[in-house]
């Protein structure tokens, strides 16, 4: 968000004083143990993003290591008096411990959320060691502290070492860049915008002014993997870059404020018009700029009808989404920029409309990605499964420990809530702030004091947003919050996949008045396993999950949810868009996986379920003949299954015509299946062609 390019090279050329961000990523000593580091100690090199499970992490086994390592870096800086000088990092997780020269400077708790440390007083001219110590050991204090995910451990993101002098934007504020900017929710947006800017100040003297302005926004930056977005490059840049609002005030405080006014903006409109605006804050003194802020934001105005479902602009907009895990397979969680462009890539190819992030912060680029091309986001914090400090001994001394170790454990959920809140409220894309993910019913009077105390919070930081939670019972039904996600498991854990409608109806009608959506749904899959007969599992937890009975819960699925049946729901989000590491598991035949995901670890295969969705969401052509890779087949006479938006399919086996399919005629939209197929011995071409000319084939024996 720092704007330092030009300008810095600006200010330097007149001799002014300036922020300057240097990134620090390359050549860090990695040490696997504890603070201090012994002299001699055996370390490694490595260059940032690192974890140190990216291996054992994934492996399965419930073995991966938990607990304190070190970083360490040698710099040489001189020292300038009257600077300050702050290290900057994006994603630790979860503890970390900072020292500078041997003095500990602070500590973060906490492992999703950008945070900072100011190191000038231990920082000396000349050589200076930086030594981080991360620990990623259960502490039961520090959210999350159990979930169906690896906690991978390490610096995973990036870390930058900051300079800054004179009059700038406050740098220690929740890692938030001093810049807070709001627009309100409501239709008046569309006739006059109204923005408020409140900008945390130091160092400001005699003559230093606070300057703002809005314009559209910079030329549009395509991410890698999307060549043709829903709308039309044109419509959302303006190559004169016309200002169409500015104010200007003397700074008399540290705590500034300026508010201004868009007449008849343009909206940001989801997939079809994401127009966004620049906001660009500046610190002036004698004229000159010292320190510079740059956010995009985009006008909108959204509502949830607990009847009607989630409108955008004042037009019905249900949300069609998917969840996604950060981690990536032999890498972990310390991916890079290209990684999460190719995630984006494929959700967007997908179609969807909507990403819940869970079950934490991302990375900002990825909230970046969703402004930009216009997918609504679901941010959340990592309050998941458990609550520490709740054991059940009888003895009055243990209590009184498991008490302050709960009340310990909320104010890190608010810390936490507040990074996240402070550090993207200004994004168009986010819509709702959850406070956590199917925390356990047991939990009763504590759990709802503290989603109570959570909403409240947010409320407090940013009115114009939901606050959300998810649940898997109906005991989370009596927990505080303006909307709410049901996580339902139809044909994979509870009931057959005929029970869509009937498990979310049941959560519709516990609601408390709320809107309700479903937060996760989903079945596992390994693209390796093929049946000819797929059934639900018995127990899950088996070494046999096919790809056929991923598609058949997902048609389930989208049979309800497409419908207009499902209009009470504001949202549904496919449990997961990417195969994700849970290293104490092992099941679907590969240990330490959950396969529910759409797309494989490594993002190599779209699994036959990814096209059944872009065929219903996509604006994108589809024909995809589906068990491709069922490639060996135990009977002469099969079915061939397949997934199109494509009005007539005609249906070819060795080059001879086998039959022709209208979607007006088919069972289910976008399905169209084939039964009986004959096969010869050997190698069989299967190949299917649409009305509109488009082809697939497949090659199965026999």
């Known amino acids: 968000d720092f704007c330092y390019g030009i300008i810095i090279q600006y200010a330097k050329a007149r001799g002014l ?3 300057t961000i240097t990134p620090i990523q390359s050549e860090w000593q990695f040490y696997r143990g504890a603070y201090p580091v012994p002299p001699g100690a055996e370390t490694q090199t490595v260059d940032l993003p690192h974890t140190w499970n990216a291996k054992d992490g994934q492996d399965g086994g419930g073995d991966y290591f938990r607990g304190e390592c070190c970083y360490y870096k040698k710099i040489n800086i001189s020292k300038k008096e009257g600077t300050l000088y702050y290290l900057e990092f994006y994603g630790v997780n979860s503890v970390c411990n900072l020292y500078v020269n041997g003095v500990h400077i602070g500590e973060h708790r906490g492992g999703y959320t950008l945070f900072r440390f100011n190191i000038t007083g231990a920082l000396k001219s000349g050589e200076n060691e930086i030594i981080v110590s991360v620990s990623n050991f259960p502490f039961p204090d520090v959210i999350p502290l159990t979930a169906d995910f690896t906690f991978f451990g390490g610096i995973y993101r990036e870390v930058n070492f900051i300079e800054v002098s004179g009059a700038h934007f406050s740098l220690e504020k929740f890692g938030s860049d001093g810049v807070l900017v709001t627009y309100p929710n409501t239709p008046q947006i569309a006739k006059s915008a109204q923005v408020t800017v409140r900008a945390a100040i130091k160092g400001a003297g005699i003559g230093c002014r606070l300057r703002v302005s809005i314009s559209q926004a910079d030329p549009f930056v395509p991410c890698v993997g999307i060549d043709q977005p829903d709308f039309e490059l044109e419509q959302l840049t303006d190559p004169a870059q016309q200002t169409v609002a500015e104010a200007e005030t003397e700074i008399t405080s540290a705590q500034m404020a300026l508010t201004l006014c868009v007449a008849s903006p343009h909206l940001w409109n989801g997939r079809k018009a ?25 006008f909108r105005y959204f509502r949830i009808d607990p009847k009607k479902g989630f409108f955008l602009n004042g037009r019905r907009y ?26 984006f890539a494929l959700i967007y190819e997908m179609g969807a409309n909507a990403v819940r992030l869970a079950h934490y912060p991302h990375h900002p680029h990825f909230y970046d990605l969703c402004d930009q091309y216009g997918l609504l986001v679901w941010a959340e914090i990592p309050f998941v499964e458990n609550i520490g400090g709740m054991g059940l001994s009888p003895l009055e001394t243990d ?7 709960t009340r310990r454990l909320l104010e890190n959920a608010k810390q936490q809530y507040t990074e996240l809140i402070l550090q993207q409220m200004h994004r168009p894309s986010v819509f709702c702030w959850s406070m956590s993910n199917e925390v356990r019913r047991e939990y009763g009077d504590t759990a709802a004091r503290m989603m109570r105390e959570l909403h409240d919070l947010a409320h407090s930081l940013d009115p114009d947003r939901y606050t959300a939670l998810a649940t898997n019972h109906y005991g989370g039904d009596k927990w505080k919050s303006d909307i709410k ?53 018995k127990d899950t937890v088996c070494t046999f999950h096919s790809e056929e009975w991923q598609s058949i819960v997902h048609e389930h699925a989208l049979r309800y949810f497409m419908s207009e049946k499902a209009d009470k729901l504001w949202g549904t989000f496919v449990w997961n868009m990417f195969d994700f590491a ?25 699994k036959d ?91 199965w024996k026999y």
């Open 17 to 19: 004083h300036m922020k």
């Open 274 to 298: 994401p127009f966004r605006y620049k906001v660009r804050c500046e610190i002036l003194q004698n004229g000159s700029v010292w320190d510079c802020v740059e956010k995009y934001i985009g």
């Open 318 to 343: 249900p949300l069609r989404g998917v969840n996604r895990h950060q981690d990536r397979e032999n890498i972990g969680w310390a991916i890079t920029n290209r990684e999460h462009e190719e995630d």
């Open 399 to 405: 209590k009184k420990k498991d008490a302050t170790v």
């Open 485 to 537: 996600g049901c996580n339902i498991y139809p044909g994979w854990y509870w009931g057959g996949p005929r029970l869509f409608r009937s498990q979310a109806a049941a959560h519709i009608r516990a609601n408390g008045g709320r809107g309700v959506a479903v937060s996760e749904y989903g079945a596992g899959s390994n693209v390796d396993h093929h049946t000819e007969h797929p059934k639900q599992p």
């Open 582 to 606: 849970i290293d104490s598991r092992n099941e679907g035949g590969i240990p330490g996986r959950n396969d529910k995901g759409l797309v494989t670890y490594d993002r190599k295969i779209k």
């Open 609 to 699: 379920a990814f096209y059944l969705y872009k065929s219903y969401w996509s604006g994108e052509s589809v024909l995809y003949i589906t068990s491709r890779r069922f490639k060996k087949r135990e009977k002469k006479h099969v079915s061939v299954k397949i997934y199109s938006n494509e009005e007539e399919i005609t249906l070819y086996v060795n080059g001879v015509r086998i039959g022709q399919k209208c979607a007006s005629k088919t069972r289910q939209q976008h399905i169209f299946i084939f039964k009986g197929v004959k096969l010869r011995r050997g190698e069989n071409e299967i190949k299917a062609v649409s009305d509109s000319g488009l082809k697939d084939t497949v090659f």
